[in-house]
T-cell receptor, first 113, second 114 residues
């Protein structure tokens, strides 16, 4: 089975712009979660989607949003980018609703200048 | 709020040594605990998953234990190799916060010297 894929792998944006990141889960996995990794804050949970519905949300401002499509692919969007949004954004998929092993993609490295 | 701590932050050992990485968490109401490794600039690779009802899991040279009541887990690596050099992260999911919301520790950076 192919692993979790994320596109693009690298992105450079200017402060104030918006960005959309994409994640394709492992085939058959219905849950997709997003995480932000920074040197200062470590890995932090953004949100989880399951069956096209946001099921859980971390403590991030409303500028961070996401969605999931019927084929389980997910996108996250960050509007009005700030310098502090520079980070590695990771998505993870798991096979069913609860308490399963999470499999991570390679991440998208976002740099905001 | 769940807090996860990993000690030590960095560890350097000669090849062939056995080693133990530690992880502690403040809220014992967890679904499971997962250990990952992360190579520089890369995503996370899952190593072991321990459900809250289990005490340990083994995969090859790796053995992870879980003591839920004391909020502790250890990852034992036997006969370390240079290829084991990476950052090791533990993460828990909480009964209150959702089974797919991982709370991560800050990691232990392991260097295995040939």
């Amino acid at each position: 089975k192919a692993g979790v894929t994320q596109t693009p792998r690298y992105l450079i944006k200017t402060r104030g712009q918006q960005v959309t990141l994409s994640c394709s889960p492992i085939s058959g996995h219905r849950s997709v979660s997003w995480y932000q990794q920074t040197p200062g804050q470590g890995l932090q949970f953004l949100f989880e989607y399951f069956s096209e519905t946001q099921r859980n949300k971390g403590n991030f401002p409303g500028r961070f949003s996401g969605r999931q499509f019927s084929n389980s692919r997910s996108e996250m969007n960050v509007s009005t980018l700030e310098l502090g949004d520079s980070a590695l954004y990771l998505c993870a998929s798991s096979p069913a609703g609860t308490s399963y092993e999470q499999y991570f993609g390679p991440g998208t490295r976002l740099t905001v200048t | 709020k769940q807090e996860v701590t990993q000690i030590p932050a960095a560890l350097s050992v000669p090849e062939g040594e056995n080693l133990v990485l530690n992880c502690s968490f403040t809220d014992s109401a967890i679904y499971n605990l997962q250990w990952f490794r992360q190579d520089p600039g890369k995503g996370l690779t899952s190593l072991l998953l321990i459900q809250s009802s289990q005490r340990e899991q083994t995969s090859g040279r790796l053995n992870a234990s879980l003591d839920k009541s004391s909020g502790r887990s250890t990852l034992y690596i036997a006969a370390s190799q240079p290829g084991d050099s990476a950052t090791y992260l533990c993460a828990v999911t909480g009964l209150q916060t959702g089974a797919n919301n991982l709370f991560f520790g800050t990691g232990t950076r392991l260097t295995v010297i040939p």
